[in-house]
T-cell receptor, first 115, second 110 residues
Framework: AQKITQTQPGMFVQEKEAVTLDCTYD???????LFWYKQPSSGEMIFLIY??????QNATEGRYSLNFQKARKSANLVISASQLGDSAMYFC????????????FGQGTRLTINP | DAGITQSPRYKITETGRQVTLMCHQT?????MFWYRQDLGHGLRLIYY???????DKGEVPDGYVVSRSKTENFPLTLESATRSQTSVYFC?????????FGQGTRLTVV
């Protein structure tokens, strides 16, 4: 069985600072995918970034990067130069194969950006 | 408009009633999913479908029924609604590696 753990229920960060959201995972599958989603107060789920377990490089998408440490089973999300609009719930998720199938989600981290 | 749409957005129903949540995607993605979101649990997979007429259970399937006669539609039916099924329901479709989510349906069972 797969499991995602997000140990930070809430985080408060000053605008323009970088922020790291923690995510650790547990799986016995040799191939898997790791994802981060953003859920603003309006409720929709917004895909941010994806990392395949066999990808050699850490994934980056604009201000988002995924710090993938396979040996430690961690997949932390780094947001550079945070903005007020980054305030939201953030969910880490994984799938048993590379690609979005049967996602298992963590409980989320509520990020608040202070002006 | 291209995308994935859920209907209704909000629904209040009574215990014991049957209710169907609709999901429609315009991309022809093979995979579709139903998740529920409850406080303290994140999102949990109810059912998923790899293609038309192929469905399988997720983590929390009890009390739910799905069908997929057409690629673009994936309705979720609560056969006899219970208060524990009060939740926000998300439909998603997958174009590997991403999954795209609908806006969600907030269901309240009274």
């Amino acid at each position: 069985a797969q499991k995602i753990t997000q140990t930070q229920p809430g985080m408060f960060v000053q605008e323009k600072e970088a922020v790291t959201l923690d995510c650790t995972y547990d799986t016995s599958d040799p191939s898997y995918g790791l994802f981060w989603y953003k859920q603003p107060s309006s409720g929709e789920m917004i895909f941010l970034i994806y990392q395949g377990s066999y990808d050699q490089q850490n994934a980056t998408e604009g201000r988002y990067s995924l710090n993938f440490q396979k040996a430690r089973k961690s997949a932390n999300l780094v947001i550079s130069a945070s903005q007020l609009g980054d305030s939201a719930m953030y969910f880490c998720a994984m799938s048993p194969v590379q690609g979005a199938q049967k996602l298992v989600f963590g409980q989320g981290t509520r990020l608040t950006i202070n002006p | 408009d291209a995308g994935i749409t859920q209907s209704p957005r909000y629904k209040i129903t009574e215990t014991g009633r049957q209710v169907t949540l609709m999901c429609h995607q315009t991309w022809s993605h093979s995979y579709m999913f139903w998740y529920r979101q409850d406080l303290g649990h994140g999102l949990r997979l109810i059912y998923y479908s790899a293609a038309a007429d192929i469905t399988d259970k997720g983590e929390v399937p009890d009390g739910y029924v799905v069908s997929r006669s057409k690629t673009e539609n994936f309705p979720l039916t609560l056969e006899s609604a219970t208060r524990s099924q009060t939740s926000v329901y998300f439909c998603a479709s997958s174009d590997l590696p991403e999954a795209f989510f609908g806006q969600g349906t907030r269901l309240t069972v009274v």
